[in-house]
């Protein structure tokens, strides 16, 4: 007779101590900064949102390049309204949006937005269109003093939390900080 073996399912959510426990020191600084600043700029705006972990850094092994991170926001009343706004105008405006809540999350650290690895979000060529998009943008924020890695938040024009299940593709992530 056959037994029925149960296999288990993969925990997504890593914890944040387990995760921080394996990082080098200047880096574990940079996102317990951010995520005690995040607390801080949310909630003296009203918002209300999560600071995420993904990608490699969770997964593979250290050094990595860069910490990937989201900055998921739910819907709010000063949310850049789209209007009759194109795709790639509207992305733009948003990412200008995010890259400020950013400037402000970094301040009072030595980490500072490198507008040089930043990039903005980039209409497809191919196509020519600004309904088509080829890179919705990312802003990269590291240390002045040269300690630990980049960090590159990845943007994403969604609104909602990790919750909602923003986080596709059933990859680890790691919550760094909340503002509910």
Do not use: C
Not at 45 to 72: A, F, Y
Not at 88 to 101: D, G, R, S, V
Request: overall charge negative; proline content about 5%.
């Amino acid at each position: 007779m056959d037994q029925q073996v149960e296999i288990e399912k993969p925990q997504l959510q890593v914890d944040l101590e387990t995760y921080l426990s394996k990082i080098p020191e200047a880096d574990k600084n940079h996102l317990r900064s951010l995520a005690d600043n995040f607390q801080k700029v949310m909630k003296k705006q009203g918002r209300s949102g999560s600071l995420v972990i993904v990608g490699g850094s969770i997964t593979k092994p250290w050094p990595r390049k860069d910490i990937d991170i989201l900055l998921l926001r739910n819907r709010s009343p000063q949310d850049v309204p789209r209007g009759d706004r194109t795709i790639y105008k509207y992305t733009l405006a948003e990412y200008e949006e995010l890259k400020n809540i950013i400037e402000k999350i970094a301040a009072n650290t030595d980490l500072k937005i490198d507008n040089e690895h930043s990039v903005e979000p980039l209409i497809d060529e191919e196509f020519g269109s600004e309904t088509i998009l080829r890179h919705d943008g990312n802003i990269v924020i590291k240390s002045d003093a040269d300690k630990g890695i980049p960090l590159e938040f990845v943007s994403m024009s969604k609104r909602g939390s990790y919750r909602d299940g923003l986080i596709q593709g059933g990859k680890p992530f790691v919550v760094l900080a909340e503002n509910l």
